[in-house]
Nanobody
Framework: QVQLVESGGGLVQAGGSLKLSCAAS????????MGWFRQAPGKEREFVAA????????RYAESVKGRFTISRDNAKNTVYLQINSLKPEDTAVYFC????????????????????WGQGTQVTVSS
């Protein structure tokens, strides 16, 4: 069982930045593919970004490319999401997720391939 705890959300003005963190309770963190998803009110949870276990492979949703950066520190069992140039439409609860199946290398946005999920952190962007 892997527990994931997100932090770093908050209220920010449009154009601002935030850095989200997700700490994982596992000694084999580098074995896990990590993803960030978000869910806005009344909408389905959507893929944002993902990173491979060694940090060399990343994938982004088209809507966030150039503004969001995913990274990880395996020594700290933590994955990050740097969010720049925030827009009101980025308002959502942001979740991190962990999965170990190799299928994630080909399908990082597939929610069903992630075995563990955090509780989420709220990001609210005011215009």
């Amino acid at each position: 069982q892997v527990q994931l705890v997100e932090s770093g959300g908050g209220l920010v003005q449009a154009g601002g930045s935030l850095k989200l963190s997700c700490a994982a309770s596992t000694r084999t963190f580098s074995d896990y593919y990590m993803g960030w998803f978000r869910q806005a009110p009344g909408k389905e949870r959507e893929f944002v970004a993902a990173i491979s276990g060694n940090g060399l492979g990343t994938r982004y949703a088209e809507s966030v490319k150039g503004r969001f950066t995913i990274s990880r520190d395996n020594a700290k069992n933590t994955v990050y999401l740097q969010i720049n140039s925030l827009k009101p439409e980025d308002t959502a609860v942001y979740f991190c997720a962990a999965g170990r199946t190799t299928r994630l290398l080909l399908q990082p946005p597939a929610r069903n391939l992630y075995a563990y999920w955090g509780q989420g952190t709220q990001v609210t962007v005011s215009s």
